[in-house]
């Protein structure tokens, strides 16, 4: 097997419903093209499209939302999209999603969430541990030398608030995300087509967010726009994701902020939000030890994974295999689950690295 397959990972951005199977995505297509919901030959265009700009990205989702609000989907999909990344070696998985309503089936954002549950529940072919560790119980979780065969993940969740949504709706959603904190969910994202909406409209609920103890991650940057830019950083969040569009005053500011940075290459090429991989802000964050994560934002419709990611990065930018074992490791002092899983990830990355060949002795280590 390949090193950037083996080789253990940590995903922290990656979207539900993003990262559908294709063979999945098609098959609920023609299924609801049969029952004549949608005219397929009219949607096949936008999901086999191979580049797409930002706009083409959010119509594409907008069709995956149809065919995807539904709970017994939504179960499939989660127990799929957990197989996945285990299959490829992530051993803690951060998965987020949008609650969504839909008074046309019975669908609250409650059974919306326990329908993502169900599939967390569902999965039967490698061990998930998402109920948050108790605080008096001082097991090894992940006992990776425990001699099972069976893969092991830890999946914890983060609840999206989308940029159409009203503020009553964001905060319903973080409401939502504190009352299933026992179930998992560690944080809020703030996601969506950021062509729209405004940032003053999600501001109370992710302040509401952080007083009650949830981590906030935000997509910031998709697009030039300075001003929100700006507001975003000011806010502090615990992670941001992508971090394109950025002035120099904003990079200052993320520099001396030392804000994680949340990187999906494969995913701002194909929405050319970036030129080319060769002139990708990757480079400049990480050379200057500012604390990154590579993921796949949304491995189904970009048609990644992460071992691809590492893959691509390796390749664009001389990193070895020794390099790209720490970039992976150190992305687990940027988790947002408790001190035991951390402690657990970072033995077991320690064990790891003997049979991978690599050093145990860290390159460099995050100054958060
Ligand atoms: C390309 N970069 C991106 N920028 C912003 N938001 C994105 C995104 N990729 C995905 N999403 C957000 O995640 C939703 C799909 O997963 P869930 O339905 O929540 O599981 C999309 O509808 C969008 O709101
Ligand atoms: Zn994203």
Redesign the pocket.
Known sequence: MEWWVSMPKVELHA????SIRDSTLLELTKALGEKGVINFSQVEHIIMKYNRS?KE??QL?DL??IL?TDHAILTRITREVIEDFASENVVYLEL???P?RNDAIGMTKGSYFEAVLEGLRSVTSVDVNFIPHDKEDSRTLFSPNNGSSRKRIYVRLLL?I?RRETTEAAMETVKLALEMKQFGVVGIDL????LVGDWNTYLPALKFARNQGLYVSL?CG?IPNPKEIHQMLDFKPERIGHAICFEKEHWEILKSSKIPVEI?LT?NIR?LAVRSIQVHHFVGLYETKHPVVLCT??SG?FSTCLSKEYKIAADAFGLGKRESFELSRNAVELIFAERQVKEDLTKYFDSVAKTMGVYKNKIHSYEL
């Open positions: 979207h539900l419903n993003g930002v990205v959010f989702f995956i939302r995807t987020r999603t949008t969504k999206s989308d996601s969506g087509n950021p997509h998709e999906c995913s929405t934002d949304d419709v």
